[in-house]
Nanobody, 127 residues
Framework: QLQLVESGGGLVQPGGSLRLSCAVS????????IGWFRQAPGKEREGVSC????????YYTDSVKGRFTISRDNANITVYLQMSSLKPEDTAVYYC????????????????????WGQGTQVTVSS
């Protein structure tokens, strides 16, 4: 059974950094796409950053480009989101999403994700 376990959220001051982790277990497919999504109160879920298994291509939504970096550990299928220069508008619940199949990171993020989800981790940026 596929499981996603997230960690790393918390409270940070504006300009600070956090690193989110998502560990995937129970995976049995050759291709996958994985990414981070966030949902703030009263807003729709947004694809923040995604990475595909095939060529490792990445996608970032415009508001996080240059501040966030997605990476993966293929051996353990763990994906990380390094978040720097955090802003109050980054405050949201962040979810890890995992899609089975050969999808591009851009497609997965812009589609809002599908497949399996982690439990979510709260990120609060506030002074």
């Amino acid at each position: 059974q596929l499981q996603l376990v997230e960690s790393g959220g918390g409270l940070v001051q504006p300009g600070g950094s956090l690193r989110l982790s998502c560990a995937v277990s129970g995976f049995t497919f050759n291709y996958y796409v994985i990414g981070w999504f966030r949902q703030a109160p009263g807003k729709e879920r947004e694809g923040v950053s995604c990475i595909s298994s095939g060529d490792g291509s990445t996608y970032y939504t415009d508001s996080v480009k240059g501040r966030f970096t997605i990476s993966r550990d293929n051996a353990n299928i763990t994906v990380y989101l390094q978040m720097s220069s955090l802003k109050p508008e980054d405050t949201a619940v962040y979810y890890c999403g995992f899609g089975e199949g050969h999808y591009s990171s851009t497609y997965y993020c812009r589609a809002g994700g599908f497949g399996s989800w982690g439990q979510g981790t709260q990120v609060t940026v506030s002074s």
